[in-house]
Protein backbone atom coordinates (compact mmCIF):
# COMPACT_ATOMS: atom_id res chain seq x y z
CA UNK A 1 0.00 0.00 0.00
CA UNK A 2 1.22 3.50 -0.95
CA UNK A 3 2.27 5.97 2.35
CA UNK A 4 -0.14 8.45 2.17
CA UNK A 5 0.46 11.38 4.94
CA UNK A 6 1.47 9.79 8.12
CA UNK A 7 2.31 6.70 6.88
CA UNK A 8 -0.34 4.72 8.59
CA UNK A 9 -2.22 1.84 6.88
CA UNK A 10 -5.57 0.51 8.70
CA UNK A 11 -7.41 -2.10 8.37
CA UNK A 12 -11.34 -2.22 7.82
CA UNK A 13 -14.46 -3.73 6.86
CA UNK A 14 -17.29 -2.39 4.95
CA UNK A 15 -20.37 -4.50 4.88
CA UNK A 16 -22.87 -3.94 1.50
CA UNK A 17 -26.19 -4.96 0.01
CA UNK A 18 -26.49 -5.66 -3.46
CA UNK A 19 -29.06 -6.48 -6.17
CA UNK A 20 -27.86 -9.50 -8.12
CA UNK A 21 -27.42 -7.52 -11.35
CA UNK A 22 -24.18 -7.89 -13.85
CA UNK A 23 -21.70 -5.46 -12.75
CA UNK A 24 -23.32 -4.60 -8.76
CA UNK A 25 -19.82 -6.08 -7.41
CA UNK A 26 -17.81 -4.44 -9.56
CA UNK A 27 -19.56 -0.84 -9.13
CA UNK A 28 -19.45 -1.18 -5.51
CA UNK A 29 -15.41 -1.90 -5.72
CA UNK A 30 -14.90 0.78 -8.14
CA UNK A 31 -14.89 3.61 -5.31
CA UNK A 32 -12.83 1.91 -2.61
CA UNK A 33 -9.68 1.84 -5.70
CA UNK A 34 -10.67 5.09 -6.86
CA UNK A 35 -10.46 6.57 -3.24
CA UNK A 36 -7.48 4.52 -2.49
CA UNK A 37 -8.37 1.62 -0.65
CA UNK A 38 -6.73 -1.46 -1.31
CA UNK A 39 -8.63 -4.98 -1.54
CA UNK A 40 -7.36 -7.48 1.26
CA UNK A 41 -10.64 -9.69 0.37
CA UNK A 42 -14.14 -9.85 -0.87
CA UNK A 43 -16.84 -12.28 0.63
CA UNK A 44 -19.55 -12.21 -1.93
CA UNK A 45 -22.24 -14.47 -0.69
CA UNK A 46 -24.50 -15.09 -4.13
CA UNK A 47 -26.40 -17.76 -2.54
CA UNK A 48 -27.66 -16.22 0.27
CA UNK A 49 -30.43 -12.90 0.02
CA UNK A 50 -31.29 -9.94 2.92
CA UNK A 51 -34.21 -9.71 4.07
CA UNK A 52 -34.22 -7.06 1.40
CA UNK A 53 -33.86 -9.47 -1.24
CA UNK A 54 -29.87 -8.23 -1.99
CA UNK A 55 -26.92 -10.22 -1.75
CA UNK A 56 -24.24 -9.80 1.30
CA UNK A 57 -20.94 -8.61 0.61
CA UNK A 58 -18.21 -8.19 3.02
CA UNK A 59 -14.96 -5.81 1.60
CA UNK A 60 -11.70 -5.91 4.10
CA UNK A 61 -9.47 -3.21 2.30
CA UNK A 62 -7.05 -1.25 4.11
CA UNK A 63 -6.22 2.68 4.05
CA UNK A 64 -4.96 5.31 6.16
CA UNK A 65 -7.29 6.22 8.24
CA UNK A 66 -8.10 10.02 6.64
CA UNK A 67 -8.88 8.50 3.82
CA UNK A 68 -11.92 6.04 5.33
CA UNK A 69 -14.69 8.73 5.40
CA UNK A 70 -13.84 9.66 1.77
CA UNK A 71 -14.16 5.50 0.58
CA UNK A 72 -17.13 5.06 2.52
CA UNK A 73 -19.11 8.65 1.41
CA UNK A 74 -18.20 7.71 -2.06
CA UNK A 75 -19.95 4.26 -1.68
CA UNK A 76 -22.92 6.47 -0.58
CA UNK A 77 -23.21 8.67 -3.43
CA UNK A 78 -22.42 5.35 -6.12
CA UNK A 79 -25.73 4.58 -4.71
CA UNK A 80 -24.33 1.45 -2.79
CA UNK A 81 -26.17 0.29 0.20
CA UNK A 82 -23.34 0.48 2.89
CA UNK A 83 -25.19 -1.88 5.60
CA UNK A 84 -22.07 -1.53 8.55
CA UNK A 85 -18.75 0.31 7.95
CA UNK A 86 -15.95 0.68 10.22
CA UNK A 87 -12.33 -0.36 11.77
CA UNK A 88 -12.20 -4.63 12.69
CA UNK A 89 -9.05 -5.44 14.09
CA UNK A 90 -8.97 -8.92 13.68
CA UNK A 91 -5.83 -10.14 15.91
CA UNK A 92 -6.37 -14.31 15.16
CA UNK A 93 -7.25 -16.79 12.98
CA UNK A 94 -9.21 -20.06 13.66
CA UNK A 95 -9.56 -22.74 10.96
CA UNK A 96 -12.35 -25.37 11.99
CA UNK A 97 -13.60 -27.99 9.60
CA UNK A 98 -17.54 -28.97 9.31
CA UNK A 99 -18.46 -32.13 7.79
CA UNK A 100 -21.86 -33.91 7.41
CA UNK A 101 -24.11 -32.63 4.47
CA UNK A 102 -22.98 -29.08 4.30
CA UNK A 103 -24.00 -28.16 0.78
CA UNK A 104 -27.89 -29.78 1.59
CA UNK A 105 -28.16 -27.83 5.12
CA UNK A 106 -27.50 -24.09 2.95
CA UNK A 107 -23.80 -23.86 3.00
CA UNK A 108 -24.55 -19.94 2.42
CA UNK A 109 -26.62 -19.35 5.52
CA UNK A 110 -24.42 -21.21 7.50
CA UNK A 111 -21.36 -18.88 6.90
CA UNK A 112 -23.47 -15.98 6.52
CA UNK A 113 -25.10 -16.97 10.09
CA UNK A 114 -21.42 -17.96 11.44
CA UNK A 115 -20.10 -13.77 10.39
CA UNK A 116 -23.19 -12.17 12.07
CA UNK A 117 -23.56 -14.19 14.84
CA UNK A 118 -19.92 -14.50 16.27
CA UNK A 119 -18.37 -11.59 14.99
CA UNK A 120 -16.10 -12.98 12.85
CA UNK A 121 -14.50 -13.07 8.98
CA UNK A 122 -14.72 -15.76 6.30
CA UNK A 123 -11.06 -15.29 5.08
CA UNK A 124 -10.82 -19.00 3.49
CA UNK A 125 -13.24 -21.53 2.71
CA UNK A 126 -12.24 -24.96 0.91
CA UNK A 127 -15.15 -27.22 0.41
CA UNK A 128 -14.49 -30.90 -0.47
CA UNK A 129 -18.12 -32.98 -1.95
CA UNK A 130 -16.05 -35.89 -3.64
CA UNK A 131 -19.35 -37.90 -3.70
CA UNK A 132 -21.25 -34.92 -4.93
CA UNK A 133 -23.28 -32.42 -3.96
CA UNK A 134 -26.20 -34.55 -2.14
CA UNK A 135 -23.61 -36.84 -0.09
CA UNK A 136 -21.57 -36.38 3.03
CA UNK A 137 -18.88 -32.85 2.38
CA UNK A 138 -16.32 -30.95 4.33
CA UNK A 139 -15.53 -27.45 4.95
CA UNK A 140 -12.32 -25.82 5.98
CA UNK A 141 -12.88 -22.61 7.43
CA UNK A 142 -10.68 -20.41 8.11
CA UNK A 143 -11.77 -17.13 10.40
CA UNK A 144 -10.66 -14.16 11.27
CA UNK A 145 -11.49 -12.80 14.50
CA UNK A 146 -10.53 -10.78 18.33
CA UNK A 147 -8.41 -12.99 20.19
CA UNK A 148 -11.07 -12.37 23.02
CA UNK A 149 -13.63 -13.69 21.08
CA UNK A 150 -12.15 -17.23 20.03
CA UNK A 151 -14.04 -18.85 22.37
CA UNK A 152 -17.44 -17.59 21.53
CA UNK A 153 -16.71 -18.07 17.53
CA UNK A 154 -16.09 -22.01 18.05
CA UNK A 155 -19.28 -22.00 20.17
CA UNK A 156 -21.22 -20.34 18.03
CA UNK A 157 -20.34 -22.45 15.01
CA UNK A 158 -21.09 -25.79 17.25
CA UNK A 159 -24.16 -24.26 17.79
CA UNK A 160 -25.27 -23.41 14.01
CA UNK A 161 -23.40 -27.09 13.01
CA UNK A 162 -25.59 -29.08 16.22
CA UNK A 163 -28.70 -27.69 14.46
CA UNK A 164 -27.60 -28.38 11.20
CA UNK A 165 -26.55 -32.23 12.10
CA UNK A 166 -23.01 -31.22 10.98
CA UNK A 167 -19.64 -32.28 12.91
CA UNK A 168 -17.35 -29.49 13.68
CA UNK A 169 -13.62 -30.10 14.14
CA UNK A 170 -12.46 -27.31 15.88
CA UNK A 171 -8.70 -26.52 16.58
CA UNK A 172 -7.04 -27.08 20.02
CA UNK A 173 -7.79 -24.21 22.55
CA UNK A 174 -7.33 -23.57 26.29
CA UNK A 175 -11.25 -22.57 26.18
CA UNK A 176 -9.83 -19.32 28.03
CA UNK A 177 -9.68 -17.82 24.65
CA UNK A 178 -5.97 -18.44 22.73
CA UNK A 179 -5.20 -20.94 20.50
Do not use: W
Not at 89 to 100: A, H, N, W
Amino acid sequence: MTDHGDGRVQAYTVRLELADEPGELLRALEPIADSGGNLLSVFHERGSLTPRGHIPVEVDLECPPDRFDTIVSALREGSVNVVRAGAERYDEEITVILTGHIIDTDISDTLSRITTEARTSVVDISLSAPEGTSDVSSARLRLATDSTETVHVIDTVNGIADEKGLTVIEPLTDREGGV
